[in-house]
């Protein structure tokens, strides 16, 4: 069974960094990444890294966001730098495993001074 658990999440003033996690079990996934959630808005693509190092991000965040993943631990990371009050959101781990893509529960990020 597939479980995707996210943890890192919080309040950050603007301009503060945070790292998020995501610890994956169940299976060997191709791609992982991070979807964000805002309140009123539509799910968006934050991030993307493939198992062989190929990196896809929002314009939006580029150059501000890093992802990374230690495969070893089946573990995904984000680390938000320079973040912005818009950046707020609901945080999604993803996983993609034979066509099929996996979403955790989800975690609050919230920029504010």
């Known amino acids: 069974q597939v479980q995707l658990v996210e943890s890192g999440g919080g309040l950050v003033q603007p301009g503060g960094s945070l790292r998020l996690s995501c610890a994956a079990s169940?299976?060997?996934?191709?791609?992982m990444g991070w979807d964000r959630q805002a309140p009123g808005k539509q799910r968006e693509l934050v991030a993307r890294?493939?198992?062989?190092?190929?990196?896809n991000y929002a314009d939006s965040v580029k150059g501000r966001f890093t992802i990374s993943r230690d495969n070893a631990k089946n573990t995904v990371y984000l680390q938000l730098d320079s973040l912005k009050p818009e950046d707020t959101a609901v945080y999604y781990c993803t996983a993609d495993q034979n066509l099929r893509t996996y979403w955790g529960q989800g975690i609050q990020v919230t920029v504010s001074s």
């Open positions: 169940g299976s060997v996934f191709s791609t």
């Open positions: 890294l493939t198992r062989s190092g190929s990196t």
